[in-house]
């Protein structure tokens, strides 16, 4: 799925960049350097461009880089697009695509990795994940990944997972007692780092595509 965004920095020219978008202000609120963020324009071009070169990455474009079929759709990708599109507007702008992909950044803070994972599960945006919502991404990331476990294995993944991070018992997950809970678990942060962004041998985020179900033990 991912083999199209493989290699997207085939270009040495860069294209001028928006002009609301200043790469030394976006170089000032995330990790990029000011190069870094005009190579990361070169991966942005391209993927706008894949059915509209408009300088804006629409969902379908989105769906398209993800997985070689605009029709395809998914719920965890779906949710990525939505955390990508800050302005929640149905298109992503240069300027969310920068501030967004920065979270993965390895120089990024485990806080705003935290962060970002608890808005991912965080379905219906009430600030809180509830067990319907943590059962809807389990199923999601196993359809992501062609796997398949029986409703008994998805509801144990489910169950325990509650049963740890919800230290107050009401039934939902908040911010606090999710931050415990990745830091008890450290591994549910692995995908949220991407190694290869510090050197810009960039590929599109590869979490959707490796991102693993939960294994709490």
Not at 80 to 93: E, M, R, S, T, Y
Not at 96 to 105: A, M, T
Not at 173 to 182: A, G, Q, R, S, T
């Amino acid at each position: 799925m991912m083999d199209a965004f493989k290699g997207c920095f085939c270009s040495t020219k860069t294209s001028k960049l928006p002009r609301d978008e200043d790469p030394i202000i976006l170089a000032s609120e995330t990790p990029f350097s000011v190069n870094e963020i005009e190579a990361l324009h070169d991966l942005f071009k391209k993927l706008s461009s894949t059915i509209v070169d408009d300088d804006l990455i629409h969902k379908e474009e989105f769906q398209l880089a993800l997985f070689s079929n605009s029709s395809k759709q998914n719920l965890f990708s779906n949710r990525v697009f939505d955390l990508f599109d800050a302005k929640h507007n149905g298109v992503i702008k240069f300027g969310e695509f920068v501030r967004s992909l920065s979270v993965f950044h390895p120089n990024a803070s485990e806080e705003d990795k935290i962060t970002f994972a608890f808005r991912l599960y965080d379905l219906r945006q009430t600030g809180y994940i509830e067990r319907v919502e943590l059962k809807e991404m389990v199923l999601a990331i196993l359809r992501e990944l062609d796997s398949t476990l029986t409703d008994d294995a998805v509801d144990s993944i489910v169950d325990k997972t509650m049963i740890e991070a919800d230290l107050n018992g009401d039934g939902r997950i908040d911010p606090e007692e999710w931050k415990d809970f990745v830091t008890k678990n450290p591994s549910l942060l692995k995908n949220m780092t991407l190694p290869y962004l510090k050197e810009l041998t960039l590929a599109f985020p590869s979490f959707v595509l490796n991102t693993e179900v939960p294994d709490y033990k």
